[in-house]
Structures are given as structure tokens and as C-alpha cells.
Nanobody
Framework: QVQLVESGGGLVQPGGSLRLSCAAS????????MGWYRQAPGNQRELVAS???????NYADSVKGRFTISRDNAKNTLYLQMNGLKPEDTAIYYC???????????WGQGTQVTVSS
């Protein structure tokens, strides 16, 4: 079984930067693609970015050019570097991992990101 724990959220001014981390523990080699999702109040959870185990990435149009997803398989850690943050980026950000052997993804507990002056 795999556990995912996010960190790095907080309050930042518009235009600022944050780096989110997601530490995986347990049977980490059972995880293939990983991703970051976010959910703002009143909205559905949406994909922000994803990355395969080999490093192929995918981004939501709203964050392209501002956010960068990466993973360090040796450290079992997923990252999201967020630059040029906007108030509309305010949300709870969740780490997600897709097991090879199950259609059900694994989720972290979430970390709050607030962009405000």
C-alpha cells in the first residue's frame, strides 16, 4: 500500500512562487503516473499536471508556462513548482498516484495554496 503526503502550501502574493512536494511511502514501485489536482471552493477537482514514471508531462492550459511538474523516483517524491501565481490558483492541491494493478488512484490529504495580496 502507498501513502502520499503533500507539503509546501501556504499564502503567497500574486506573482509569487511556491513549490509543492508529495512524499510517497510504502510500495512506491507499484505507482506509475502521478499528478497534481486542485479543488477550489464550489468547484470540481481538476487536473493541474501529470507525469509518467519515465517523465512525460501533461499540463492544464491554465498553468502552462507557469507550473512545472517533476518527480524524483530515487527519493519517491513528486514536485510542483508554481511560478507567476494568480488569485485563481487558490485551491487545495492534491497529490495523486495511479497504481499499476488497480484502476483506483491514491490521493494525499491535500495542501492549501492561497494567492492573495
Amino acid at each position: 500500500q502507498v501513502q502520499l503526503v503533500e507539503s509546501g502550501g501556504g499564502l503567497v502574493q500574486p506573482g509569487g512562487s511556491l513549490r509543492l512536494s508529495c512524499a510517497a511511502s510504502g510500495s512506491v514501485f507499484s505507482i506509475g503516473a502521478m499528478g497534481w489536482y486542485r479543488q477550489a471552493p464550489g468547484n470540481q477537482r481538476e487536473l493541474v499536471a501529470s507525469i509518467t514514471r519515465s517523465g512525460r508531462t501533461n499540463y492544464a492550459d491554465s498553468v502552462k508556462g507557469r507550473f512545472t511538474i517533476s518527480r524524483d523516483n530515487a527519493k519517491n517524491t513528486l514536485y510542483l513548482q508554481m511560478n507567476g501565481l494568480k488569485p485563481e490558483d487558490t485551491a487545495i492541491y492534491y497529490c495523486n498516484g495511479q497504481p499499476y494493478s488497480s484502476p483506483n488512484p491514491i490521493w494525499g490529504q491535500g495542501t492549501q495554496v492561497t494567492v492573495s495580496s
